[in-house]
């Protein structure tokens, strides 16, 4: 089955910086890559997604990119303000699967904590 | 446009008990997917439902059981609880089983 690994597990950065979480997954048909952030005490948010039709999205401050090739993609937030501190989960799926699979396997998280 | 609502928002249960958690699907979505998410670990899998039936299943034994009703809300049944089993149980809707899921707030399980 699909493994998805997230790196780092704690990310700590000033007000402004960006922030980078990577992840990698093992299913090469793993097609549908989304991103979530969970607030303490709540569920995941979507804030972004991506499919692996195309290689970047982007959506104001938050961007997307997809390497099939090396099967990685990662998340990058720029200008980041304290309301960005969260934990961010990565997760894969086959959106193509014909049969039963649309299960999203998840990252273990990154904690992101911005200092003002 | 109403979100995903799951019910209740905390329990209690005593090793060997049953439980029953509800979810309340996106208006137009069909599709229910159930999650389980343990404490510092990102959310597992447990099954997902398709216009009443199950489609699709993770790696969870049979006393996790399911169900989805005409309106597309769904239970998650387990039966003979364990102290595993305490977690974050996720509720996530979708137009089709292949489209993006939303969450709902979760429902916190802890079993003593």
């Known amino acids: 089955g699909e493994n998805v690994e997230q790196h780092p597990s704690t990310l700590s950065v000033q007000e402004g910086d960006s922030a980078v979480i990577k992840c990698t997954y093992s299913?090469?048909?793993?097609?549908?890559f989304p991103w979530y952030k969970q607030e303490l005490g709540k569920g995941p948010q979507l804030i972004i997604d991506?499919?692996?039709?195309?290689g970047e999205k982007k959506d104001q401050r938050i961007a997307v990119t997809l390497n099939k090739t090396a099967k990685h993609f990662s998340l990058h937030i720029t200008e980041t303000q304290p309301e960005d501190s969260a934990v961010y989960f990565c997760a894969a799926s086959n959106a193509n699967d014909g049969g039963s699979n649309y299960k999203l396997t998840f990252g273990k998280g990154t904690l992101l904590t911005v200092n003002p | 446009e109403t979100g995903v609502t799951q019910s209740p928002t905390h329990l209690i249960k005593t090793r060997g008990q049953q439980v029953t958690l509800r979810c309340s699907s996106q208006?137009?979505?069909?599709?229910v997917s159930w999650y389980q998410q343990a404490l510092g670990q990102g959310p597992q899998f447990i099954f997902q439902?398709?216009?009443?039936?199950?489609?699709g299943r993770g790696n969870f034994p049979p006393r996790f059981s399911g169900l989805q009703f005409p309106n597309y809300s769904s239970e998650l049944n387990v039966n003979a609880l364990e102290l595993d089993d305490s977690a974050l149980y996720l509720c996530?809707?979708?137009?089709?089983?292949?489209?993006?899921?939303?969450f709902g707030p979760g429902t916190r399980l802890t079993v003593l």
């Open positions: 439902y398709y216009r009443e039936e199950e489609n």
């Open positions: 991506i499919r692996s039709n195309v």
């Open positions: 299913d090469s048909a793993s097609n549908y």
């Open positions: 996530a809707s979708s137009t089709v089983p292949a489209d993006t899921q939303y």
């Open positions: 208006s137009g979505h069909n599709t």
